[in-house]
């Protein structure tokens, strides 16, 4: 199961942190595929189009991403972060809590 959690501090965007694979196939996982691709898509555009600052831990063998910024987040990340959540909420709907769990917390 891949567990995504994204924490917020008064509705603004602070860390994205998934640990865990799918598991949804032996040999496709799309499961584990769109959620690799909707994170690793929204990382590239907010280091590509905006100038938030950021920290990034990986580690594929466990799949853990660990994304935390480092800095006020502009309006341009909070809308690509939106958007993430809402292409995570979209998964879960599609193929359950069984392979994707997701939470959010306020700190």
Do not use: P, W
């Not at 509705?11 to 690793?40: K, M, N, P, Q, W």
């Not at 480092?70 to 995570?88: A, K, Q, R």
Request: aromatic share 10%.
């Amino acid at each position: 199961m891949i567990s995504v959690t994204v924490t917020r501090d008064k509705g603004e965007f602070r860390r994205l942190y998934l640990l865990g694979h799918a598991d949804y196939a032996d040999t496709d996982d799309i499961v584990c595929a769109a959620i690799s691709a909707l994170v690793l898509n929204t990382i590239n555009a907010i280091e590509v189009f905006t100038e938030d600052k950021f920290s990034i831990g990986q580690d594929q063998k466990r799949g853990m991403i660990d994304f935390q910024f480092t800095e006020t987040v502009s309006h341009d990340s909070h809308l690509l972060m939106e958007t993430l959540v809402l292409g995570i909420q979209k998964i879960v709907d599609s193929y359950g809590e069984t392979y994707v769990s997701f939470d959010t917390q306020e700190v």
